[in-house]
């Protein structure tokens, strides 16, 4: 029995502690200052680090991120990298169908009658997704579901931590994303977020934020993306809002440069999300 248990014991911790590896391109690399381990941003959202420093890894990441390539990293359980190959793009839009998810149309978003309404499609969302999935993944299901189910137009809200906030409090993310609805509250339009996964219901913007600050930081909104990405070490947090068909930060970089809005799905990405956040083969 004792050697049983000990056998369940060492199994589990081999689970722990074994690496885990991601598809991703690399959104940044922060070198930091005097004695800071370089931070390397990841477009899945992750912040993390090398195990050891690497000139030739750091050179590689450099360059592929240069080129947008694709990446497999194997992490270990400190969130450092342990080994990285190039691969193939795992999704992909073809540049005609690209062009037409962007266009002159505004996006309106939808008004809900009252907060039992915005309740409705908090509890019917899916609450199964992945232990280890993205948190834009989860968004697009979400958002996508209540559109095509139930013709409603939701937004989004990013909550994009800075770089001094990450590296005070080693925090393990860059940007967190979540559905955000208009709802009619004591007369006037109201914004909810319905954060699934963290919230229990439809929760006022600060309040969210609270969840993932531990300082409690106001999160200064901003309207472009250059906004809070050309402020790193400015304050904890900002927050960015845009509608449902924004997958991530990439996206929201494009409408700054390009000006023009995004107005339609794209398969390729709803497809990656339903597989990754909940494991649905479309």
């Not at 947008?68 to 270990?76: A, E, G």
């Not at 939701?154 to 979540?178: E, G, N, P, Q």
């Amino acid at each position: 029995m004792r050697l049983l248990l000990v056998f369940i014991i060492i199994m589990f911790m081999n689970t722990l502690w074994a690496d885990t590896q991601v598809s991703t391109q690399i959104h940044d690399i922060d070198m930091g200052s005097a004695n800071e381990e370089p931070l390397i941003f990841l477009t899945t959202g992750q912040v993390v680090t090398l195990k050891k420093l690497d000139k030739g890894r750091l050179d590689s990441l450099r360059e592929g991120m240069k080129k947008k390539s694709w990446f497999k990293i194997s992490l270990n359980h400190k969130k450092q990298i342990t080994h990285i190959e190039l691969i193939e793009a795992p999704y992909s839009s073809p540049p005609l169908l690209l062009k037409r998810l962007y266009g002159a149309q505004k996006f309106t978003p939808s008004i809900l009658k009252d907060l039992n309404q915005a309740r409705s499609f908090f509890n019917e969302a899916r609450s199964n997704a992945r232990q280890v999935s993205e948190c834009y993944n989860r968004a697009h299901v979400w958002t996508y579901e209540w559109r095509i189910n139930h013709h409603l137009y939701s937004s989004k809200v990013w909550l994009f931590f800075t770089r001094r906030f990450i590296r005070k409090y080693k925090f393990d993310w860059w940007f967190h994303v979540a559905p955000m609805v208009h709802v009619i509250v004591n007369g006037e339009v109201k914004e909810r977020i319905l954060d699934i996964k963290y919230a229990k219901g439809p929760t006022k913007l600060k309040i969210w934020t609270d969840i993932f600050l531990r300082d409690r930081a106001d999160c200064p909104v901003v309207k472009k993306y250059s906004d809070q990405a050309n402020h790193p070490e400015s304050g904890s947090c900002f927050v960015m809002k845009s509608s449902m068909y924004y997958y991530q930060p990439v996206d929201l970089e494009q409408l700054e440069l390009t000006g023009i809005e995004r107005n339609l799905w794209s398969e390729a990405e709803v497809k990656n999300a339903y597989l990754d956040a909940f494991e649905i083969e479309l």
